[in-house]
C-alpha cells in the first residue's frame, strides 16, 4: 500500500468537499469531546497547539477563540484556503513530516485525522507527532475503528475513495502506548457500523 497513492486520494476526496464540510455543524458529541479536551489543557496553562488535519477550520477557530495559539496542517490545500480565511495560521504539508515545522506545542489535537495512517506506518508518525509535542505535553486521537481492518471506502459526496486504517480498542491502546502515557480511552457509539474511540495522551518522560 502506497502513501503517496494515499495521500494523493485524500487530497483529491477533501478539495472537492471542502465547500459541504465548510457549512456543515457537528454532532453535539463531538463538541462535547472538544469542550473537555480545551477545558483540560486550559486547566493545565497550555498556550500552544498544533491540530492534525483541521479540514475547513471549525475546531481551530474554537481553540484560537478560547485563547489557544494554533498552528494546522492539512494535505488539502481547499481546505487550508478556507482555514486561513478563518485567520487560522494553516499550512499545507501532511502529518508524516511534521517535525519540519521545527518547533513544539503544548498540545495536540487529531480527529478524525490518524484513521488515513496505514497500520505499518502508524508509529513512524506517532513518533513524529511526539517530537512535536512540548514536555508534559496533551495529545487528543479520535478515530472511528471498532474493528482491527483496513480498507479502501467510497461515499456519494466524491467519487474519489479515501484509505480506512480502524482498530479494535484494545489494539490501538496498545500500539499508542508504546509512545505516549494514556489518560483515558473512550469508546463511544455514535451510530452506524463503526465505534468512535477517544483517547487522551501525555508524553512520556
Not at 29 to 42: A, I, P, S, Y
Not at 82 to 105: H, P, S, V, W
Not at 139 to 164: H, I, K, Q, S, W
Amino acid at each position: 500500500m502506497r502513501s503517496d497513492k494515499i495521500k494523493s486520494d485524500l487530497i483529491a476526496y477533501y478539495d472537492a468537499d471542502a465547500q459541504r464540510r465548510d457549512a456543515s455543524e457537528k454532532p453535539p458529541w463531538k463538541l462535547k469531546l472538544r469542550e473537555q479536551f480545551t477545558r483540560k489543557v486550559l486547566g493545565e496553562n497550555k498556550i500552544s497547539l498544533l491540530e492534525l488535519g483541521p479540514g475547513p477550520g471549525a475546531d481551530s477557530l474554537f481553540f484560537m477563540q478560547n485563547g489557544l495559539s494554533v498552528v494546522a496542517v492539512d494535505l488539502s490545500a481547499e481546505m487550508i484556503e478556507r482555514c486561513r480565511a478563518k485567520g487560522i495560521d494553516a499550512l499545507e504539508m501532511d502529518f508524516y513530516n511534521i517535525t519540519k515545522l521545527n518547533r513544539t506545542f503544548d498540545c495536540v489535537w487529531a480527529l478524525n485525522t490518524l484513521l488515513h495512517v496505514p497500520a505499518s506506518e502508524l508509529e513512524g508518525v506517532l513518533r513524529g507527532i511526539d517530537a512535536c509535542l512540548a514536555p508534559n505535553g496533551l495529545f487528543f486521537m479520535g478515530v472511528y475503528g471498532g474493528r482491527d481492518e483496513e480498507t479502501y471506502l467510497v461515499t456519494d459526496v466524491a467519487e474519489n475513495p479515501r484509505f480506512y486504517s480502524f482498530y479494535a480498542l484494545d489494539t490501538l491502546k496498545t500500539a499508542l502506548s508504546n509512545v505516549f502515557d494514556i489518560l483515558s480511552a473512550e469508546e463511544m457509539d455514535p451510530g452506524g457500523t463503526l465505534r468512535f474511540q477517544a483517547v487522551l495522551m501525555r508524553k512520556q518522560e
